[in-house]
């Protein structure tokens, strides 16, 4: 069975990592692609490796969480 992938995106790397190992991906049919700690390192995970879901803050440096989405969907 495919799992979804997923991109977890936060610049707070005490949130970042607590989110990862917080959730039981696999439990809930998810696989836990990658993070990332910013929109651009996002964007550029994203282009090598793609996701069905991203999970991201929307107050970070240089790409806020909107912008990486609106990017991502390009």
Same mark, same amino acid.
């Given at each position: 069975?495919?799992?979804?992938?997923?991109?977890?995106?936060?610049?707070?790397?005490?949130?970042?990592?607590?989110i990862c190992a917080?959730?039981?991906? @696999?439990?809930? !049919?998810?696989? #836990?692609a990658g993070a =990332?700690?910013?929109?651009?390192?996002?964007?550029?995970?994203?282009?090598?490796?793609?996701?069905?879901?991203?999970?991201?803050?929307?107050?970070?440096? @240089?790409?806020? !969480?909107?912008? #990486?989405?609106?990017? =991502?969907?390009?």
């Open positions: 069975m495919d799992r979804f992938r997923v991109l977890l995106v936060d610049d707070n790397p005490a949130i970042r990592e607590g917080m959730i039981d991906w @696999e439990a809930y !049919g998810y696989q #836990l =990332a700690d910013n929109g651009l390192s996002a964007l550029e995970f994203l282009e090598k490796n793609p996701c069905d879901l991203i999970i991201t803050d929307i107050r970070m440096p @240089e790409t806020n !969480g909107l912008e #990486l989405l609106r990017r =991502a969907r390009e």
